[in-house]
């Protein structure tokens, strides 16, 4: 005789349910100097996004990331990118819209800078999303997007390719300098 | 009693997940991919991803279109904003501006959602489109849109554009191309947003 366990596991779900953007790793900082994902970016998916919430600095600096082709053993991915922000203080005071080219990188494999330099007061952060391209392509450069914003307020827009044909498998978020003292990052694959 | 279908069905499967894959087209020496069904009033929002499209053509932006009459016709009405950043990979030509030569305004013409994307073998360009409520009869059809191109110039060229199909009827395909050649591979995935 069927058993609940059984009518409940022996039904195929059809291909769209859960939808197509899948919870792939989620993690937590908790005085950590970087956030890496060394596993799960691969070709199942053809689109990656990343959400960060409420990333918060033991000491003010830039958040930033880098690419792997090693499976985390070094990250250091050639990258080309743009950096440009819109900004408002608290105050009222400045306002502005503006590229900065102290935050761009031109065939560097420095990290990339993703924010302004985050505050530490206690409810200091930046939050928001990174989408990579096709990381598994090995014939392609690999396209990031990524929108945030942090305390001040900054919202920071960043856009650039991995100037390799080398398959992305692995990506390490940190601050400039200091801990991420909380905050979670969580990976997405897209169809 | 409950039957064996009233146990599969009674799930409320389709709010399981945000984002609902629809259809997903492949580029192959292809003059445009259009997506002809499936935008109808099922979903408020559709997001199309568009991964390493890679032009026939050297220095080609890309370009999109909408109809109302199931792709018979591109021609909606629209108009837009367009703006880009930019930084070369040798280090020159940073620059954040707005492009009046890539916008339009009241034209029934293709409007541009990407830069000018080369043609080496490794170049191609990334990115999104939001397309909110097509299947309105009331208002006008917004989209916004955002891309990275490995411009033909070594450039990696960031494109930000928005606008409106300036119609109240209702949107049931879109079409998108390279301003000139082919597109020679690339996927384009129109995925369904549930609210």
Avoid: W
């Avoid at chain 1, 600096?61 to 743009?82: E, I, L, P, Q």
């Avoid at chain 1, 922000?85 to 990290?111: F, I, V």
């Avoid at chain 2, 490794?122 to 097509?134: A, I, T």
């Avoid at chain 2, 490995?150 to 879109?174: E, F, K, M, R």
């Amino acid at each position: 005789m069927s058993t609940y366990t059984d009518i409940r596991y022996d039904y195929n779900l059809p291909s769209s349910v859960g939808g197509a953007m899948k919870l792939i790793s989620e993690q937590t900082a908790s005085a950590s100097s970087s956030i890496s994902f060394t596993s799960g970016i691969d070709s199942t998916y053809r689109t990656y996004m990343f959400k960060f919430i409420n990333i918060h600095p033991s000491s003010a600096g830039t958040f930033t990331f880098n690419m792997s082709t090693d499976g985390g053993s070094t990250y250091a991915v050639t990258k080309t990118s743009t950096f440009f922000y819109a900004r408002q203080n608290e105050s009222g005071t400045p306002t502005g819209l503006s590229y900065e080219t102290g935050y761009d990188l031109a065939q560097s494999t420095s990290y990339q800078i993703l924010t302004d330099s985050v505050p530490v007061n206690n409810d200091d952060s930046a939050s928001g999303y990174l989408h990579l391209f096709n990381p598994s392509s090995t014939t392609y450069v690999k396209h990031f997007l990524a929108n945030m914003n942090n305390t001040y307020s900054i919202e920071c827009f960043i856009t650039g390719y991995g100037n390799t044909t080398s398959a992305i498998n692995a990506i390490d978020f940190k601050f400039a300098s200091g801990n991420i003292d909380s905050g979670t990052i969580k990976m997405y694959g897209i169809a | 009693m409950s039957t064996y279908n009233a146990i599969r069905y009674n799930n409320p499967y389709t709010n399981a997940g945000s984002l609902i894959l629809l259809s997903t087209q492949t580029a192959s020496a292809s003059t445009s991919i259009s997506f002809t069904s499936g935008i109808d009033s099922t979903y408020k929002e559709y997001l199309f991803i568009f991964n390493n499209l890679h032009p026939a053509t050297d220095g080609t932006p890309l370009l999109f279109n909408l109809s109302t009459d199931n792709g018979s016709n591109y021609n909606v009405t629209k108009t837009t904003t367009y703006f880009y950043a930019q930084h070369s990979e040798s280090g020159t030509g940073a620059s954040l501006a707005y492009d009046t030569g890539s916008d339009v305004a009241q034209s029934t013409g293709y409007a541009r959602i990407a830069e000018s994307t080369g043609a080496d073998n490794d170049q191609v360009s990334s990115g999104y489109l939001h397309l909110f409520e097509p299947s309105s009869s009331t208002y006008v059809k917004h989209f916004i849109s955002c891309f990275n191109c490995y411009q033909s110039g070594d450039y990696s060229l960031a494109s930000y554009s928005a606008g409106y199909g300036n119609t109240v009827s209702p949107i049931n395909s879109i079409d998108f191309k390279f301003s000139s050649g082919n597109i020679d591979d690339g996927t384009i995935q129109m995925f369904g947003v549930v609210s």
